[in-house]
């Protein structure tokens, strides 16, 4: 793809509704909360059912020169508001971190930096949720490790189990190949700086391509551990009784829950 050519658009691959999962006093509300694949590069006609089904905000976590390469795409002429947000600086594993051959755990203790380091994004994410009118999707790359973040943030803070937390990043494994396909029309370019891929391979990266349980274990773990939890940590970064009161209202829908 040359700097004026047109990204390749395409259906998501790894869409989905986190409607339902059980959290402190009911469910999360169905048509609240969709995590996802890289949005930009949605289709004319997915990003038109989209906003039918009741989308109104974006929220993007990727870095800006991921950003740069594709922009907002279809859905930035759409009646959606939109809200960039970079969990990363450059691209979702940078290879000084993180490489090929690095297991799950480094996954999740990789996690566990940028929850720790973004957490004031993370709270600002939440906010920005708990004011949506509609549905908000939000995004990275993939939609595994940025989203699977924002999404244990999100769930916690509602009160799901960490075993409900762990579940839901772990659809996504089922979804990478697919996932993978598709990026790589895009950002093969970038992937192979990175070394996740080589010019003209199928992609490769172990625990980097795929959504193992123990990487989100792995996470809340170390941040429990170290840090006293994932909420204790959100709240040292401005989430407050009254926010967290908001997104409540917002997302769920009151019934059996935890």
Known sequence: ????????????????????????????????????????????????????????????????????????????????????????????????????????????????????????????????????????????????????????SVLTVLGATPAAVIDDYHKTDAAMPAVMARLLVVFEPLFRQSAIVTAGSAPTGGALLGADVLSMSTMLEVLEQSHGGLVAILAGAGLTPELQQNLVARTVSPGDGV
């Open 1 to 152: 793809m040359t700097a004026t050519s047109a990204p390749a658009l395409s259906e998501l691959v790894n869409l989905r509704d986190l409607g339902g999962i059980a959290v402190t006093g009911g469910h999360v509300r169905p048509g609240r909360l969709w995590r996802s694949d890289d949005v930009s590069t949605v289709t004319h006609e997915q990003a038109d059912r989209l906003v039918h089904a009741g989308l109104t905000t974006v929220i993007d976590l990727r870095s800006p020169v991921e950003a740069s390469v594709t922009g907002r795409g279809p859905l930035g002429t759409l009646d959606v508001q939109y809200h960039h947000l970079p969990l990363t600086d450059d691209l979702a594993a940078p290879g000084a971190t993180l490489t090929a051959s690095s297991t799950a755990v480094d996954v999740g203790e990789w996690y566990a930096l940028l929850v720790l380091s973004k957490a004031p994004t993370l709270v600002r994410a939440l906010a920005i949720i708990a004011e949506s009118a509609g549905a908000t999707v939000f995004h990275c790359a993939a939609g595994k490790d940025r989203t699977g973040i924002l999404a244990a």
